[in-house]
């Protein structure tokens, strides 16, 4: 059996299954002792399984006592061919009746019924409704109701040290469930971050690999086959309200994406509005407020707040479970305007703050971009409230000794008091933003609770990317893999879920598909490069070898960019203009903000000289294992970073003897996760070698 199957098989048991499980034993009556097989189009796999499998080696996820019963009964069993799924559904009692038969499970050799064989371990053969057309235990409607909601809250741009003024959500998520310590978005970038939370997958593999076209945009994301679509298909009522990826409704405003019940998406670009954003509501486009009007009762974040709200008191009564996905705009810039109320384009050169989302090239067509300002409006009620706040002390700001950092970082100037005095005015009015997030979190939690849908909720708090705020004299923007803009918070609560606790699990955003799938019983007919979290959250001392990967602007290569040490790339490899490829990919893009991104440079022309202040970075792919990070950028750069003992990524070990063997293991793992598909990117590797 190959560890990708291994993968598969013991996915199947630690994670769909698990929460199916919970619903099967409590409508049998039967306590944790039970266990069960779930059987599907993975059935194939499950009769080879030796003692000597890559199964039930000490990696693997599902539980050793579980595994080796189910391996013995599985082979004790000689599966008849009536029982498999390819030829024919069955049910639970059916299942039963028919394993009796064949005298080889030892749980049924007497007939005994399903509750007094307990307490003796009794295996149960669940189909997997989707793989099957079998609904089993699943089908009926008492049974539906009791299966979980989910309500989904994402903010945008949201570092994770902003955390600390998030009271309520802390409270209401955290102290009530499990904060996930090492979190990362696989590409952080907002089109690139949410279609990976929609598909389950790496954007070498959703295709969408930027924020807007030519290499991104939603029109690249294949939205039929997508978490709401899967969600909806289990039974779910569905619900999206504000933000979906980049450049939705663009084209079509009044398109409604599919597998939503309800659709509340904010149509671009008026998404970068706290006032005069447009919805389109089921078809029908509204627009709220003037951009210039601050009404208090149109402020964004409340009105979505309010729209959740309403949606999860009437689902309440339903007989169907929901799925809500709510996406704030807060803390992400709003688009600026000029005086004649359109879209302000940018012309001057950028630096940080007020001029943030400026273009490289003035000249070109395309540098008629929208321009995102420093900070969006917070609501009326909390503007000021920020106003002293001083930036966190933090060592990688304004980083003293850059040498260790790559070429494009190396020639980022020292952060002048006059950046820092933007940079902090940006980062009081994101604050400011967040607390009405909080004050929506507070609402929505509450309104769980006296609707009576608490207990039976999972509710997941995170964001799409980080933000810079002068880490290693960044001043502003996302899009690299550092700590700053690579890592987002992630709070998960829900039934089963262990309280207060913190996973130090290495998690990504790939993993919210295959965890919300997992709660709800879909079944994706994509190949999911993600896992599901819900084991990380019954358990959180649980641990795994995965590796995380972060990639952004190429991804889906093959091939290694470069030759280990070298900066050109091999041949057969990317073209040279890859890079400024990825800068073209910015184009018209509002998301952009901060020169850490790649901004729109003409084609072809890679050494034109960046404006004062903005800088280009690159493509990369990173690789997240044990307690290090390895940047590998298309240009040539690297980074590695020992996080044990350097948190705040200020000395990069890549040419460090002493890490030779760190940064070579790290690369060949590299090699082969940049273009994993489905279990590929969910194995496990051995451990990272010690430096020395
Ligand atoms: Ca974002």
């Known amino acids: 059996m190959s560890g990708q199957s291994c993968g598969r098989w013991l996915g199947l048991i630690g994670g769909a299954v698990e929460s199916r499980l919970a619903g099967i034993r409590a409508g049998l009556g039967v306590g944790s002792r039970t266990v069960a097989v779930v059987t599907g189009t993975e059935f194939g796999s499950i009769p080879p399984l030796k003692e000597s499998d890559g199964a039930l080696r000490a990696g693997c996820m599902a539980g050793q006592a579980v595994r080796r019963e189910l391996t013995a009964f599985v082979r004790g069993l000689h599966i008849p061919r009536t029982l498999h799924p390819d030829t024919g559904p069955m049910k639970i009692t059916g299942t039963a009746q028919a394993a009796a038969k064949t005298g080889k499970g030892t749980a049924f050799r007497r007939r005994r019924s399903v ?21 089993g235990v699943q089908g009926d409607s008492q049974d539906r109701k009791k299966r979980p909601n989910v309500l989904m809250v994402m903010t945008d741009d949201q570092w994770l040290e902003s955390m600390r003024v998030l009271s309520k959500t802390r409270k209401l998520l955290g102290d009530e469930g499990v904060t996930f310590d090492r979190f990362y978005p696989s590409s952080p970038l907002c089109c690139t971050s ?113 729209k959740g709200v309403d949606f999860i008191k009437r689902k309440a009564e339903g007989d169907k479970p929901f799925f809500l996905s709510l996406a704030f705009l807060a803390p992400h810039g709003e688009l600026l305007k000029n005086k004649d109320g359109k879209p302000r384009k940018s012309r001057k050169k950028g630096n940080a703050g007020k001029k943030a ?14 321009v995102v300002g420093p900070a969006p409006r917070p609501a009326p009620r909390h503007k000021g409230k920020f106003a002293k706040e001083e930036l966190p002390e933090n060592p990688a700001y304004n980083e003293s000794d850059m040498r260790d950092k790559p070429r494009f970082l190396q020639k980022r100037p020292n952060l002048d008091r006059e950046t820092t005095e933007e940079i902090t005015e940006s980062y009081r009015g994101r604050l400011e933003s967040l607390l009405a997030v909080d004050e929506a979190v507070e609402k929505l939690m509450s309104t769980l609770k006296s609707t009576g ?25 996302k899009f690299l893999p550092h700590g700053a803009s690579g890592q987002v918070p992630l709070v998960l609560r829900g039934p089963g879920i262990e309280a207060g606790k913190h996973s130090k699990e290495l998690t990504s955003n790939v993993d919210l598909a295959a965890t919300i799938s997992d709660i709800g019983g879909a079944d ?32 889906a290569r093959r091939t290694p960019v470069a030759a280990r040490g070298h900066g050109k790339p091999p041949a057969g490899g990317p073209p040279d203009d890859d890079v400024s490829a990825g800068r073209a990919a910015g184009a018209g893009d509002l998301d952009m903000d901060g020169p850490a991104s790649p901004a729109l440079g003409p084609q072809g022309k890679k050494k ?22 390895y940047i590998r950028y298309s240009a040539g750069g690297r980074e590695l970073y020992d996080l044990e003992t350097d948190p705040h990524e200020l000395t990069s070990r890549h040419n460090d003897p002493g890490y030779k063997k760190v940064r070579t293991f790290l690369d060949q793992r590299l090699d082969k996760l940049q273009g994993c598909v489905g279990g590929e990117c969910r194995e496990e590797i051995p451990e990272v070698p010690e430096p020395g």
């Open 524 to 555: 994706p007919d994509l190949a999911l490069d993600g896992r599901s979290l819900l084991p990380y959250g019954r358990d959180p001392r649980k641990s795994s070898d995965r590796p995380v990967l972060q990639e952004i602007a190429e991804g």
């Open 115 to 135: 509750v007094t064989v307990l307490p003796a371990v009794l295996v149960l053969f669940v189909l997997l409704p989707a793989a099957t057309g079998c609904v």
């Open 453 to 477: 849908q608490l207990d039976n909720t999972y509710v997941v708090f995170t964001s799409d990317n980080g933000f810079f705020f002068g880490e290693h004299r960044v001043p502003t923007g």
């Open 357 to 370: 989302s400026t273009d490289a090239n003035p000249e070109s067509k395309q540098s008629a971009r929208p």
């Open 194 to 306: 949410r279609s990976t939370y929609l598909s389950g997958q790496f954007a070498h593999n959703n295709g969408v690999r930027h924020n807007s076209v030519p290499q991104g945009g939603y029109d690249k994301l294949n939205e039929k086959k997508t978490l709401p679509v899967w969600m909806q298909k289990a039974g779910y009522a569905t619900s999206h309200i504000g933000k979906y990826p980049n450049g939705y409704g663009k084209k079509d405003p009044e398109h409604v994406p599919p597998g939503w019940d309800e659709w509340r998406g904010s149509v671009d670009p008026t998404t970068y509005k706290m006032w005069g954003y447009q919805l389109n509501e089921n078809g029908k486009l509204h627009t709220y407020g003037k951009s210039d009007e601050e009404d208090p009762e149109l402020y964004q974040t409340d009105v979505y707040r309010d």
């Open 608 to 629: 034109r000289k960046a404006p004062r202040g903005q800088e280009y970075s690159a493509a990369y792919e990173a690789i997240r294992a044990g307690h290090y990070l």
